[in-house]
């Protein structure tokens, strides 16, 4: 903990994740924080609102919990997953491990690790409180506030008008901080939809409590337009997300009942069916949830309010790296505050949106762009050599080439240049791909290398 | 007046022009009708917020004000306009007329009509009033709705929760209804402000009250990336714009107080500076104002909630068609009521969205290239050259050739369709005009009927 104390008071509004440790990063630097959120108390403990309760914490979230202090502490409640596992209509079984082998922040290979949501957040929130510069203030739902030359107010209807000095919306997508901000003169903001939905069922464990699929991948049945994923949680459970368009063909629009949806996973999901006994009762009781985009510009109003996290580049979650983006964000703010406290607000937090905005814009692009990957080429031939023979590319030739996935999960290349080195890279693999002697490529030493000095030599062109 | 009486009560949000045109076609329709609106009663009337006080009004807009039943009373305040008057830095002028000079609805050629917007305002909402159907609250600042099976709760906070059965959110660009839709899943929006800002200068009449410019004109100064406009009142005077951009050369961010206004005045639109000896004043007391654009899907909210006008489509100011996309909203809306009243509210309001969400779209689409057009092209030779080939075109062939400006202007062709068959005509337009010859196309009529002809041969391969 800094030995620095500061006499501003801060307000937070959203107490989720990321809420929590911008929360305890500000407390930490001497400020008094004070924690706002619309929920009860006992909602951050577990699933709320259809949210998943699982989320998967990769290396941008890391630094960011490292830079709390936390690192070690979440270390102990978070799994690992190692790679992909496809199933096929057949039942039969691919795995794609996400990173090499060796390295990675834990020593223990490159993975992501899954987390459950509730745990984490309960964790972040009670570092921040131990600080004892922040207080958490449940059934608190932010009406409206009003920024004046001395500070901000807040408008929590009955609950009072607080005051604070600076005031960040962690309240995630749907945040009434950015519906405040649309009011404010040339604020940009869009809010769209996917046309596809999720409903979440599941998976419970085995009669001794072990996990009924294999607990180091993350589970994908890619089937085109629409998919099922898995991702285990440490009580031995998983939590199946279908994701399937709204409207038209293998819709939700076309599960009338679930008679129905049994009859769906039977024809497309064979293999996990005799796993979920009480898929019917789920699918009546589960809700179909929406899953929407939200980009805005600039993230900040003035020198005393700015967005933070979902509020202000909610993305799909296609990618796991919405929390982690979010925490990169509180990393980067971190950084820009600098060593010896914020001298001008203003020019700090306009610096804080400029460069952050194209980032948010590029991870949302990313992550659509994955989720094509996960529902229609996981499955496919080609891409999976096309994926190896990039793996045997980053493998010998570290420093040369990272592939798209590891540089956005495994390193702190600001996503918006990692999506322009991943257009470089797809680029450069469509031609080699098209070398009619590739499906040869394991079988002949001689080609392999000529392959994969063609990709640097035409990376070295770019 | 429909003889047709309807029990159903029917709420308005917003009495500006959109709002009383639409009061007054559900009025005649036999509805109960509630008009509500935030501002105090005499706001309307005049100049309010930096909205422009001046509107052109054509044929989309007198359509609707046909259908209702006022056209004959907006005639008598209307002035026509027949082109535009483009002014050089030099001081030249140049006359470009809008239409054609025989034909349009009032038999005085095709042009565009300038209307006092707080006059036009008056007249529709006391022909609403004066069907003895409406009411109309001021001072109403609609909070929230609720819906629920029976209707629909509003909420105005101290001023009282009314019911209707069907709620209209003609609130405009920051449409507090459609904020609420917002909360809705799965609808999208998108606001977005221009780069450009405005300011207005008042250019009065002479001492005799007569005009100081040509009165049949919109005048336009092009300047390239920034430009000055002035449409004539019916009282006299001018209301001038200068639109620029907030940031960069020739910016407002450049033009630090009134003596730099005064200088930028008189470099850039020199002809003007002595009609305006209290520029200076008025550059101080008038804001700049911002332009946003708003678009939004579905525009409707079950079978009870939906958006006219600027609330579902806030459009740049660039082809004057703000008012008449909103008046044409209507028009459509009473197209798909019919008749016999309205049986599946529903199914009605979904087709009223996905008929006019595309219209609404292009209408922005091509606003924002009207503001190039007007800018940047209107004092270009070969663009005058190119709309004299264009008129000429329409003149021999009016069936087969509608330039983009008049299928806009002066023809009901949707939107949509007007932006895409623009296309397809600036295409040949550019071949057309690579001819090498084609400037000397006015001096020889060989030439000119085989330009022509060439440009029909051209259409129809399309």
């Not at 449940?138 to 009072?160: I, M, P």
């Not at 400029?354 to 989720?371: Q, T």
């Amino acid at each position: 903990m800094s030995d620095l104390r500061v006499s501003e008071r801060v307000a937070v509004i959203g107490a989720g994740l990321v809420g929590s440790l911008w929360a305890l990063m500000l407390a930490r630097r001497g400020y008094i924080v004070d924690v706002y959120d619309r929920r009860p108390d006992p909602c951050l403990a577990g699933d709320v609102g259809g949210r998943s309760i699982n989320l998967a914490l990769s290396e941008r979230g890391w630094k960011a919990l490292d830079l709390a202090g936390v690192q070690n502490a979440v270390r102990t409640i978070a799994m690992p997953i190692k790679g992909r596992r496809m199933h096929a209509v057949d039942g039969s079984l691919t795995f794609q491990p996400y990173g090499r082998e060796e390295g990675g922040r834990f020593g223990e290979g490159e993975c992501i690790y899954s987390v459950a949501r509730g745990s984490l957040n309960r964790l972040l929130l009670e570092a921040a409180e131990a600080t004892g510069q922040t207080t958490v203030h449940f059934d608190h739902k932010l009406e409206d506030y009003r920024q004046d030359g001395e500070g901000v107010t807040l408008h929590f209807g009955e609950q009072g008008e607080p005051r604070c000095d600076r005031l960040f919306g962690t309240d995630g997508a749907f945040s009434a901080v950015r519906m405040r901000m649309m009011k404010a003169d040339r604020f940009d903001v869009e809010q769209k939809y996917l046309e596809h939905g999720y409903k979440e069922i599941e998976l419970s464990p085995d009669g001794a409590g072990d996990f009924q699929l294999p607990s180091d991948g993350l589970h994908i049945w890619p089937r085109g337009h629409f998919m099922l994923m898995a991702l285990p949680n440490p009580d031995g459970s998983f939590t199946c997300t279908l994701f399937a368009p709204y409207e038209g063909a293998d819709s939700f629009a076309e599960i009338a009942n679930a008679d129905a949806a049994q009859a769906y996973f039977e024809k497309h999901f064979p293999d996990i069916v005799p796993l979920l006994p009480n898929l019917k009762a789920q699918w009546t009781d589960h809700p179909t949830s929406s899953l929407a985009m939200v980009s805005c510009e600039p993230w900040h109003e003035g020198d005393r309010v700015a967005l933070v996290g979902d509020s202000a580049h909610a993305i799909v979650p296609f990618y796991g790296q919405g929390m982690n983006c979010g925490f990169e964000d509180c990393t980067v703010l971190d950084g820009l505050m600098g060593d010896g406290g914020v001298k001008d607000w203003s020019t700090m937090l306009a610096k804080y949106s400029s460069l952050r905005k194209p980032s948010g814009d590029a991870i949302l692009e990313l992550a659509l762009r994955n989720f094509i990957e996960m529902r229609d080429l996981t499955g496919d031939a080609q891409f999976l050599l096309q994926k190896r023979i990039e793996r045997k590319l980053a493998q010998q030739y570290p420093d040369r080439w990272v592939p798209l996935y590891s540089q956005v999960t495994f390193t702190h290349i600001d996503y918006a240049e990692a999506l322009r080195r991943g257009d470089v890279q797809r680029a450069i693999m469509r031609q080699v791909m098209d070398r009619p002697d590739i499906d040869e490529i394991w079988d002949n030493e001689e080609l392999l290398n000529d392959v994969l000095q063609s990709a640097l030599d035409l990376l070295d062109k770019k």
